[in-house]
């Protein structure tokens, strides 16, 4: 079989479960998605993180992935494209958020030591708080804040229907807000990013 051909019978041997034909999947596609992720995103990282999870999920729903012409390679690229977006969402997202924080126009070097070592605690504690929650409020958290998922996109995703997705990222905002206490304004916005999904 020549390798313009023989695609449908690697697909087929790596749905039953083998390495080496998605490895050879890999190998055949790689450098095409990884070139749609670099249109996408501004740095070679993301885009090899992008490239990363595309396969990641063509061998996680490997039972269900769309192949089209006897290929995979249209449902990859569909993939990084969508994982690069939101990548570029969520950088953003983050960037704002760092940009939200206060700053003092002129620090000196004690100054910026003890800013940056606030923000270190800020990110400790925040973290903390979301490894308090339960998984499915935590990951609805980050998705609809982070990720910029809707609520109704994000709920299917972590395994629920929108409406007990919303309530349960409600209950999960109050409690991060409780657990992070009044000290911490600059979390506001990570918790209004998610209300307004």
Known sequence: MSEENDEPEIWRKACEGSGEAFAELFR???DGVFRRATA???RVHDAEDATAVA????W???KSVTVVDGTVLPWLLVTVANTARNQRR???RYRRLLAAMPRAVERDAEQEAVAAMETEVLGIRL???LARLDAKDAALLTLTALDGLTVADAAPLVGLKAGAARTRLMRARRRLRSDLGPDSP???WFLAEGERA
Do not use: N, P, S, Y
């Open 28 to 30: 055949r596609h790689r």
């Open 40 to 42: 996408l995103v501004d």
């Open 55 to 58: 396969f990641f999920e063509l």
């Open 60 to 62: 996680r729903k490997r």
């Open 90 to 92: 969520g950088g953003v």
């Open 127 to 129: 973290r903390e708080a």
């Open 186 to 188: 600059h979390i506001t």
